[in-house]
């Protein structure tokens, strides 16, 4: 069955020092990836997909197929990187998102 | 531009009760989704659709429905309520399949509660 693992529910960084959000995946097929994001009194956005390999914000993300993960990383976090971040994999018509990862990035 | 918008922001409904959210998008999208936010379940799909006049069903379909009878609207009915669907509602569109149109655009959110 197609799933998205996200393991963390909460992560506690500091100011300044690198993030990784982890994000494990299973799919039969190519698996199309992304990440979205959930700020405070915001609506749900797109931070990044896979397939445009961009920097969106300073994070990146890097599908590895061996380990099946699209981990989210940065190099240090700022405050306003706090939030709710979800992993999803893109299954024909749906979309299938992960449980999600709440970041707080500590002063 | 609104995007996608959401008809009520919130709603308490007494158990029994039926009621319809409507989900409404100005971007000329093909593909709309109904989605329930629990704590620690993350994202789940109740039902979406594909096009004017088309449903399917997502994972959690049980006890809802939908009607897409004009391409901007988008309707999840509740037809008894119960309190198991207390949640946050959330609206989606896309323009389609593919990786230049499957983008996904959320509305604002309807906080449901069921007592």
């Known amino acids: 069955a197609q799933r998205v693992t996200q393991p963390e529910k909460l992560l506690s960084v500091f100011k300044g020092a690198p993030v990784e959000l982890k994000c494990n995946y299973s799919y039969s097929g190519s698996p199309e990836l992304f990440w979205y994001v959930q700020y405070s009194r915001q609506r749900l956005q797109l931070l990044l997909r896979?397939?445009s390999r961009e920097s969106i914000k300073g994070f990146t993300a890097d599908l590895n197929k061996g380990e099946t993960s699209f981990h989210l990383k940065k190099p240090f976090a700022q405050e306003e990187d706090s939030a709710m971040y979800y992993c999803a994999l893109n299954r024909d018509d749906k979309i299938i998102f992960g449980k999600g990862t709440r970041l707080h990035i500590l002063p | 531009n609104a995007g996608v918008t959401q008809t009520p922001k919130f709603r308490v409904l007494k158990t029994g009760q039926s009621m319809t959210l409507l989900c409404a998008q100005d971007?000329?999208?093909?593909?709309m989704y109904w989605y329930r936010q629990d704590p620690g379940m993350g994202l789940r799909l109740i039902h979406y659709s594909v096009g004017e006049g088309t449903t399917a069903k997502g994972e959690v379909p049980d006890g809802y429905n939908v009607s897409r009878l004009k391409k901007q609207n988008f309707l999840l009915g509740l037809e008894s309520a119960a309190p198991s669907q207390t949640s946050v509602y959330f609206c989606?569109?896309?323009?389609?399949?593919?990786?230049?149109?499957?983008?996904?655009?959320f509305g604002p959110g309807t906080r449901l509660t069921v007592l």
């Open positions: 989606a569109s896309s323009l389609g399949r593919g990786f230049t149109y499957n983008e996904q655009f």
């Open positions: 971007m000329n999208h093909e593909y």
């Open positions: 896979h397939i």
